[in-house]
């Protein structure tokens, strides 16, 4: 099996047209309240509506479909915090090929049920730094293929798709507001955007209980793991991010910002009570960084895009109570 390169803008493209069949494209919405509130016109690209109720399941879905008979007999192995994990199930169950995804204890319980009703079996295993050295051991030992979260250049081609929608939603946007986790969304969509676009600005967040894409910037490594994690936004808490994930970053990614756990959780509220949008933490980090200003003005429209909506009626409830 050769290595799948990096993606261009052509792969982008042509995993558009082979997902398009399965997944729909997400509205973008305007809240004028939200847009009162900060200050800024605001467009919200709403990836809370996808499949499986994330982006991730564009990656997965092009991963599969593009994967060799080889890659799939063996069956497949992922380690995910959740939304990979739903996406890995849903779109494997495609093609009727058995995923074992192994998920760190803590995980929500409700990203663990869907990924379980979805036909994957979950293994709970310790931290997220245990449950990806279980994952990589039960790759070697069972001979399973692993399928990464963000690392992959077929996953990264197919969260590239969510900024070839932008660009004909939104042709005038000046600056886009992206979560990292791992990096596979903001690679893909900055790939896409910046082919078509050279001068729009890509601004990463992050929580500043998981900066691992500033710390990687930081240190110029991309191998660089942070010692721990602790955030809410439990969608953004890898402990490191992937080569290939770094590498694009570094062209496609103007500037990282992270944001506290506390304009998070503000964020978070906002979306819910001002949007009526259930909103993952993790997916209502680029708004947090406009309630703590981090940002300068410009001259037209902001995009956040709200990665995810699989959030456990608990969070709600510590949201309000906020």
Not at 144 to 159: E, I, S
Request: charged share 20%.
């Amino acid at each position: 099996m050769t290595q799948t390169p990096i993606p261009d803008a052509q792969a982008i493209h042509d995993a558009e047209a082979r997902i398009r069949p399965y997944l729909s494209e997400t509205p973008l919405l305007r809240v004028p309240d939200l847009d009162a509130m900060m200050g800024v016109p605001l467009h919200l690209k709403l990836e809370t509506l996808q499949r499986t109720g994330s982006f991730k399941a564009r990656g997965a879905l092009n991963w599969v479909l593009t994967a060799e008979p080889e890659e799939l007999r063996r069956g497949l192995v992922t380690v995910s915090a959740g939304n990979h994990a739903l996406a890995l199930a849903w779109a494997a169950a495609k093609r009727e090929v058995p995923v074992t995804v192994v998920m760190p204890e803590g995980s929500s319980p409700l990203k663990v049920r869907g990924t379980e009703s979805l036909g994957a079996t979950v293994i709970v295993q310790g931290t997220i730094q245990e449950a990806v050295s279980h994952c990589h051991r039960l790759r070697d030992e069972s001979g399973l293929t692993l399928v990464h979260p963000y690392n992959d250049p077929r996953v990264m081609a197919g969260q590239g798709t969510v900024g070839l929608e932008l660009l004909r939603q939104c042709p005038d946007m000046r600056r886009v507001l992206c979560p990292i986790g791992g990096g596979g969304l903001i690679s893909g969509l900055g790939l896409a955007l910046k082919a078509a676009r050279p001068e729009l600005e890509l601004i990463g967040v992050e929580p500043a209980g998981a900066p691992t894409m500033r710390h990687a910037w930081d240190c110029q490594d991309a191998a660089a793991a942070l010692d721990q994690v602790d955030t809410w936004a439990a969608s953004l808490a890898p402990a490191v991010v992937g080569e290939n994930t770094y590498a694009v970053s570094r062209r496609v990614v103007d500037d990282i910002l992270t944001v506290s756990e506390a304009s998070i959780r503000q964020a978070t509220r906002y979306l819910l009570s001002c949007g009526h949008l259930m909103v993952e933490p993790g997916a209502a980090v680029g708004l947090a960084a406009l309630i703590e200003h981090r940002l300068p003005s410009v001259d037209g429209d902001t995009v956040l895009v709200l990665t995810g909506a699989n959030l456990d009626l608990e969070q709600v409830e510590r949201c309000l109570d906020d």
